[in-house]
């Protein structure tokens, strides 16, 4: 009962912190507020026992990603008119994604009700079931190869994209590690032969 009443709290919260994300006329108040709803999503999925789910949305998106996103609109002059102007005009697909998603969300968690396999009960003690290292088992056993193959993919957009952003500037001092590399001792060091001088 207890648990129920926490979930309908947090459910409230987490309705309220969406809409605000859109209503919000300033975006530095529309971030707050979707940081909220990811903090409430994450305390949702916790009340779920899907705890790695809720680490990750904290620690990926709440950490990282809305840092970013609060640092560039706090950084940057936005004009508000301009991000109206297209509202009503792509309100409709907006409600057609919306529409899409909701029966997503229906037909997942309504599986029983449609003949859907579902995974067992995390809180049955009879079964030992894990959601950590059932999603680990997953990822390195069965997708361990697209799972590389992502790794790899981010590893060359970071390349890709420090490479986009280095500018060579001719008011500032750079190494060449090529050159460092490729210098020899007689290059660096020079011997000089001078005779001792003698004491009087």
Known sequence: MFETIVFYV?????????ARVITA?????AALFLVLAFFTAAAIWLLLRAEFLAIALVLVYVGAVMVLFL???MMLDINLDRLREGFWHHLPLGLAVAVVMLAETVFVL??????????PAPGDPGTAYNNTKE??????????????????????AIIA?????????TDTKAQNPAQQVAVKRQDRVRLVSMPAEKEE
């Open 71 to 73: 640092f560039v609109v």
């Open 110 to 119: 309504g599986g029983r009700y449609f003949g859907l396999a579902t995974l």
């Open 135 to 156: 999603i680990g088992r997953v990822v390195y056993t069965d997708y361990i190869y697209p799972f590389e193959l992502s790794a790899v993919l981010l590893l060359v």
């Open 10 to 18: 947090f459910a409230a919260i987490l309705l309220f912190a969406a």
């Open 161 to 169: 994209a420090i490479s986009l952003t280095l500018r060579r500037r």
């Open 25 to 29: 006329r300033n975006p530095v108040h």
